[in-house]
Nanobody, 130 residues
Framework: QVQLVESGGGSIQSGGSLRLSCAAS????????MAWFRQAPGKELEGVAA???????TYADSVKGRFTISQDNAKNTTYLQMNSLKPEDTAMYYC????????????????????????WGQGTQVTVSS
């Protein structure tokens, strides 16, 4: 059974940085590609960043230039480095895994339904204060 476990969230002041981690287990890592999503209170789930099977990263416009997605295949772990954080980045952050992420950009998962991604982590809260 696939398991995704996020960590690294917390409370931070505007302008600060956090690095989220998503550790994957239970499947052949090459079968799926990974992405990060977030959901703020009262708002839809939003695609943030994804890595396709060529290692190409795509980002939501709202985080371009500030967030970086990366992957350590040896550790089966995907990261989201978040710099220059803003209060509007406050949300629950989730990692997701799906075969479609290997060939589609995050723009095509801008407001995904939960059912459009095969596997989800439990989420990690990021709170940015002004």
């Amino acid at each position: 059974q696939v398991q995704l476990v996020e960590s690294g969230g917390g409370s931070i002041q505007s302008g600060g940085s956090l690095r989220l981690s998503c550790a994957a287990s239970g499947y052949m890592y090459g079968s799926y590609c990974m992405a990060w999503f977030r959901q703020a209170p009262g708002k839809e789930l939003e695609g943030v960043a994804a890595l396709d099977d060529d290692g190409t990263a795509t980002y939501a416009d709202s985080v371009k230039g500030r967030f970086t997605i990366s992957q350590d295949n040896a550790k089966n772990t995907t990261y989201l480095q978040m710099n220059s954080l803003k209060p509007e980045d406050t949300a629950m952050y989730y990692c997701g895994a799906d075969h479609a992420l290997c060939f589609l950009s995050i723009a095509q998962f801008a407001t995904p339904g939960r059912g459009s991604i095969s596997y989800w982590g439990q989420g990690t809260q990021v709170t940015v204060s002004s």
